[in-house]
């Protein structure tokens, strides 16, 4: 572990290096990785050119409030002006000047889809430097990376385009056929004109006009059997493949679309399941015209066998159904429902609180009517008695589908001020009171639309992954741990039931996830060594078995031993209090986190006095604290604890700077600073010097005016940690000199804080 945190610290270096130079130096294997996350939609060259005013903007915001993306979008087109202006290369700024046209195009009327580009493409990096860090990854997400393999999407693509040729082919042959049997017919026409008028015709010529007519004639009997045949194969090749593999490529993605909903490695791929989806779509409809126009051959030219009536039935029906079920399964939810305020949780819907959501048709059609409506249901065709509540959507619910401007043309609809309201019951009873708690109750949100598309009727249907619907925000944290075990544990994409018998985690599964919300919501994941300390706290003795079975109550429903909280409540309130207090001092490694106290005692026992680490507080929720080891005139080893920071007293001063100012006062000696070194032997100000605060007073004539933590320590001449008490918040200068007066010693014989 020394070793692990020792090279950590040296990783630090690299807290002055943009985002964008770190990737760039990362291996081949990740840097493909980053390759796939730019597109049109944001090009690389823009990622290059902009990098670092790019990563000083504030996209997860802009993404959620359209006045903010305007801006944004307005500025980034001004900075791309200033680039493209100092570019020499005349190509490059030929093409800089191509793609700022393209953003005008797309996001112009929609900044807010940009700045959502943007921002998933930032917290992605952030993901792939961290488990760049990583000695492995999870089996999840190697799961996940695996499934979008580039060989496996090239096979798609190569038997898509065979296809289409093969299609493209048969239009030529059908026309083929058509000319032949314009020729038949003309001549048997012109035979049989001859016979009628001239009744002393050459009945050697006639009998050899008939030889050839024959001839055509099974000519044509040979070219319609190889038409059909043909058609034959491609509908079977059609059909392997939508069931073998474009229908496998949408579970899957629907699979990745539930990972990335938890935390997961970013969703892709929605674009190339449309290309696919649309080619296919284009080949079966082309087919249908092919397969009508034969029915229009055998109106003018038709005899004993012919081919067509036999197998044109069966093989229109064919091409009918994998039309129809192509179609219905390109009906998808591209974004899940969420509410704007929380964009890191989907799947949790708070009463009286707007949350959006988007649907998507994968298959682009000229001939599809654009007015498109399509009907949003809360818990449509829920068995009675499954859930103790019921809601309604209060807002419209009905909106029409569209063309996406900045899209490749997709037709899809987002539904942007949905809000649910919980019905009223009679006399105040909701009827059935289940055993489940709120944030165990699944619902689901369906959507329908009917569209006619070359005389097939197509009913469309799909609908939500399981939502969770609270009252209060304080049941947030386990609305989402709700959201997080049912996405983790399985992939059926209705299952209200699912809490009624909650199936068990691995411990490397859930591992895994937990490591997903600190790099989501906190910047940085977990090591292996933190990973090991949490499974330590949740397991006990078996936290090194990776296949230990986790139930779902040891998770969140079972208070910690001696704690009046669950695991999921602790650890819920740590990211919360890492990424609204702790956030630079976490993405520097400065903080080791979950090491138990019997730990921290070990590690720190051998140390120069005054090193201390970091850890967060077993004992109380949300919160930090820092332990420092002293060495006694005789030998012994001291330790002492503060007592823990929480979000109330962060809120009142930087933890860097409660760091660089802390003081405790010890039976009446000068009050000091008795931490020096961070674990393990890191100077303090080293370490935290770019983090502290230097603010200056901005009212004149007024002195500044310093918040100062400081701690009583007791006298304690055992070896257990100390509990340094502190005020809260921390004493102002003036509380401070009142403090000393009371304790008898001299303020003046103090040494400045800051003058070493």
Not at 267 to 273: D, H, I, P, R, S
Not at 427 to 454: D, I, M, P, R, Y
Not at 563 to 575: E, G, H, N, T, V
């Amino acid at each position: 572990m020394v070793r692990r945190l020792k090279e950590q610290h040296r990783q630090t270096a690299k807290g002055s290096m943009s985002q964008w130079k770190q990737i760039q130096q990362l291996e081949i294997r990740l840097l493909e990785h980053v390759d796939y996350l730019y597109d049109d939609n944001f090009p690389m060259d823009i990622r290059q050119g902009l990098s670092s005013w790019i990563e000083t903007q504030d996209w997860d915001t802009a993404a959620n409030e359209e006045s903010m993306a305007g801006v944004l979008f307005t500025n980034l087109l001004s900075q791309l002006d200033r680039v493209r202006s100092q570019e020499q290369n005349f190509l490059q700024r030929h093409n800089m000047k191509i793609i700022q046209q393209q953003l005008q195009v797309k996001y112009t009327s929609n900044p807010t889809v940009m700045a959502r580009v943007i921002s998933t493409c930032l917290r992605e990096e952030r993901r792939i430097l961290s488990s760049a860090c990583m000695q492995e990854q999870g089996p999840l997400e190697r799961s996940v990376q695996n499934s979008v393999a580039f060989e496996r999407q090239k096979n798609m693509d190569n038997r898509v385009a065979i296809i289409r040729g093969s299609v493209q082919l048969m239009d030529q042959a059908v026309k083929s056929i058509e000319d032949m049997q314009d020729d038949f017919d003309f001549r048997y026409k012109t035979l049989q004109a001859r016979e009628s008028s001239d009744a002393r015709q050459n009945p050697e010529m006639t009998k050899q006009e008939v030889t050839n007519l024959q001839a055509m004639l099974n000519s044509l009997d040979f070219k319609r059997k190889e038409i059909l045949s043909k058609m034959d194969d491609v509908i079977k090749e059609i059909e392997d493949l939508m069931s073998s593999q474009l229908n496998p490529e949408l579970q899957d993605w629907k699979r990745r679309q539930q990972i990335a909903a938890i935390g997961g490695p970013q969703l892709t791929g929605l674009e190339q399941l449309h290309s696919w989806f649309t080619l296919t779509a284009q080949s079966l409809f082309q087919m249908k015209r092919q397969l009508d126009k034969l029915a229009d051959l055998i109106v003018k030219v038709t005899y004993e066998s012919d081919p067509i009536p036999l197998q044109k039935p069966q093989m229109e029906e064919r091409v009918k159904y994998l039309i129809y079920h192509l179609i219905k399964s390109s009906f998808v939810v591209e974004k899940q429902p969420c509410m704007p305020t929380h964009p890191q949780k989907p799947l949790i819907i708070k009463t009286g609180v707007q949350f959006t959501t988007k649907v998507r048709l994968l298959v682009k059609l000229p001939e599809v009517d654009y007015q498109l409506k399509v009907k949003t249901t809360f818990d449509k065709d829920l068995p009675p008695g499954r859930v103790s509540r019921q809601f309604f959507i209060l807002t419209n619910n009905t909106k029409v589908m569209d063309i996406e401007d900045y899209s490749n043309g997709c037709l899809s609809v987002e539904f942007r001020h949905l809000q649910l309201k919980e019905k009223k019951y009679i006399n105040g009873t909701k009827g059935n009171e289940g055993l489940l708690s709120v944030t165990e109750e699944l619902h689901s949100l369906s959507f329908e639309a009917c569209f006619t598309v070359q005389g097939l009727t197509i009913d469309l249907e799909t609908c939500s992954l399981p939502l969770v619907v609270i009252s209060n925000v304080s049941q947030l944290p386990g609305g989402w741990v709700s959201v997080m075990w049912y996405n983790l544990l399985t992939d059926v994409p209705r299952n209200l039931a699912f809490f009624g018998n909650p199936p068990r985690a691995t411990w490397s599964q859930l591992s895994e996830v937990l490591s997903w919300q600190f790099s989501t919501f906190a910047g940085k994941g977990l090591n292996k060594e933190q990973l090991s300390m949490l499974g330590g706290k949740l397991l006990g003795q078996h936290a090194s078995c990776s296949d230990y079975q986790v139930s779902w109550s040891k998770l969140s429903k079972e208070n910690i031993p001696g704690k009046p909280f669950s695991f999921w409540m602790w650890l819920d309130s740590i990211l919360e209090l890492i990424k609204k207090h702790l956030l630079p001092v976490w993405n520097e490694n400065y903080i080791m986190g979950f090491v138990s106290k019997e730990m921290e005692r070990t590690l720190l026992k051998d140390k120069e006095p005054g090193t201390f680490l970091l850890r967060f507080s077993e004992s109380h929720l949300g919160g930090i604290t820092f332990t420092w080891v002293e060495h006694g005139d005789n030998g012994e080893v001291k330790f002492n604890s503060v007592e823990p920071y929480t979000k109330n007293r962060l809120s009142a001063l930087p933890f860097a700077d409660i760091i660089r100012d802390y003081k405790v006062i010890s039976e009446g000696v000068v009050p000091e600073n008795p931490l020096k070194f961070l674990y393990p032997d890191i100077p303090k100000d080293e370490a935290f010097g770019r983090l502290y605060n230097i603010q200056t007073s901005k009212v004149h004539p007024y002195i500044t005016s310093t918040l100062i933590p400081i701690s009583q320590l007791r006298s304690n001449t055992t070896t257990t940690p100390s509990s340094c008490q502190s005020p809260e918040p921390p004493m102002t200068p003036g509380e401070f000199d009142m403090l000393s007066e009371h304790l008898c010693f001299d303020i003046n014989s103090m040494s400045s804080p800051y003058s070493e």
